[in-house]
């Protein structure tokens, strides 16, 4: 599977839009691109997935680059709750369930 | 709440004994994943579970075994206990195997402490 880098850390302002890149530069043409949310210390929460189109669901929107050797994850309406460590992870989908966490961000979002 | 139960919450133990940590899948799931989480690892994938098959394996010590269950639930067994294995273990379900989404549901985790 594809290595992942994630900045260590990120703040947010409460209402504003947070961003947070991942890079993949070796991510092959058959993986997808997931992220994974962890508040405290509950279990990982998935949060959206893509293969290169952009993506978007109830809880952020995925913005994967053209030539996929990157992709952004936005939370619209950043607030208190989510607060967490963030993890991207890439997979080839049908080959593997498994989930390959790297060490992710941790974005603190303040009022 | 993701419908995943663990048991126990908490586990204190001595280096060298023997623990069981029990998880109950989401209602109709058929893959069961194990992952240990410590603070010098990280959260890794110990091994998957699907419908009562090894499915996958990762970083699994020969110390621990698993095995799901006719009623799908599964039991995570930690022998030989070592410092070490002190750490946060969490189950996940989702409902299958080799799908794009196949999106994994945690449970809570076991926090177990080795003394």
């Known amino acids: 599977d594809a290595k992942t880098t994630q900045p260590t850390s990120m703040d947010c302002a409460e209402g504003r839009a947070a961003n947070l890149p991942c890079n993949h530069s070796?991510?092959?043409?058959?993986?997808?691109v997931y992220w994974y949310r962890q508040i405290h210390s509950q279990g990982p929460q998935y949060i959206i997935h893509?293969?290169?189109n952009n993506e978007t669901n109830e809880m952020a929107s995925l913005i994967i680059t053209e030539d996929r050797k990157s992709s952004t994850l936005i939370l619209p309406h950043a607030t208190l709750r989510d607060t967490a460590v963030y993890y991207c992870?890439?997979?080839?989908?049908?080959?593997?369930?498994?989930?390959?966490f790297g060490t992710g961000t941790r974005l603190q979002v303040f009022p | 709440d993701s419908g995943v139960t663990q048991t126990p919450k908490h586990l204190i133990t001595a280096t060298g004994q023997r623990v069981t940590l029990r998880c109950s899948p989401r209602s109709g799931d058929l893959s069961v994943y194990w992952y240990q989480q410590s603070l010098d690892q990280g959260l890794q994938f110990l091994i998957q579970y699907y419908n009562g098959e090894e499915r996958a394996k990762g970083n699994i010590l020969e110390r621990f075994s698993a095995q799901q269950f006719p009623d799908l639930h599964s039991e995570l067994n930690l022998s030989s206990l070592e410092l070490g294995d002190s750490a946060l273990y969490f189950c996940?379900?989702?409902?299958?195997?080799?799908?794009?989404?196949?999106?994994?549901?945690f449970g809570p985790g076991t926090r177990l402490t080795v003394l």
């Open positions: 992870i890439v997979r080839v989908a049908y080959n593997t369930d498994k989930l390959i």
């Open positions: 070796t991510i092959s043409g058959n993986e997808y």
């Open positions: 893509g293969l290169k």
């Open positions: 996940a379900s989702s409902p299958t195997t080799g799908e794009v989404k196949n999106e994994q549901f």
